[in-house]
């Protein structure tokens, strides 16, 4: 069975600064990683995904993502946020051809000025 | 290209009765798949449908239902509705060509109250 941990329910920043939202994943398989993020009242967006291949994955809005199949991580990271990125961000996981996906409980970014 | 559409996005529902939730798939896609989104249960796969046929069916009760038409718009039933039901319930497909790793997108969701 497939679990996924996202260690901090909210993570407060300041504007500008660096921000890691942290993912770690447990699955007795290989399995398909991936970031969504839910803007107030709106559904979720893709941000990147892992399938296969560099570990290191970028995504859109300038966020990017590592995989680290030794720690089971697939930490999110963004050099410099804005007050727009303020956000829930939902690390995901799949496995096989399924279209059945495992979510974390979810991070709440919240981007001060 | 429209996204994926669901309707409503919101409605009040009084204990015991049903509801019936709709969406439409980005086109071309053939997999629908639903989940339910509470504060305390957090993100939860409901099922998946492709080519009319339920292939995926997570853990909850007889009472949530659904179905794929041929044209893959979806519709999910909950009968004899709980407060507990209460919920953002968002649809999502997938082009799904067989490849592994595919991706999902998502509606915006129909807020559910149970009252």
């Known amino acids: 069975a497939q679990s996924v941990t996202q260690l901090d329910s909210q993570v407060p920043v300041f504007e500008e600064a660096p921000v890691e939202l942290r993912c770690n994943y447990s699955s007795s398989v290989s399995v398909y990683l991936f970031w969504y993020v839910q803007y107030p009242n709106q559904g979720l967006q893709l941000l990147l995904k892992y399938l296969s291949g560099s570990t290191l994955v970028k995504g859109i809005n300038g966020f990017e993502a590592e995989f680290n199949k030794s720690q089971t991580s697939f930490h999110l990271r963004k050099p410099s946020v804005h007050i727009s990125d303020t956000a829930e961000y939902f690390c995901?996981?799949?496995?096989?051809?399924?279209?059945?996906?495992?979510f974390g409980s979810g991070t709440k970014l919240n981007v001060k000025p | 290209k429209a996204g994926v559409t669901q309707t409503p996005r919101y409605l009040i529902k009084t204990r015991g009765q049903q509801v019936t939730l709709s969406c439409s798939p980005i086109s071309g896609h053939r997999s629908v798949s639903w989940y339910q989104q509470t504060p305390g249960q957090g993100l939860q796969f409901l099922f998946e449908?492709?080519?009319?046929?339920?292939?995926n069916k997570g853990n909850f009760p007889g009472r949530f239902s659904g179905r794929q038409f041929s044209n893959s718009r979806s519709e999910m039933n909950v009968s004899t509705l709980e407060l507990g039901d209460s919920a953002l319930y968002l649809c999502?497909?997938?082009?799904?060509?067989?490849?592994?790793?595919?991706?999902?997108?998502f509606g915006e969701g129909s807020w559910l109250t149970v009252v």
């Open positions: 995901a996981v799949s496995r096989n051809n399924f279209n059945k996906f495992y």
């Open positions: 449908y492709f080519s009319e046929t339920q292939r």
């Open positions: 999502a497909s997938s082009p799904d060509r067989g490849s592994p790793g595919n991706t999902i997108y």
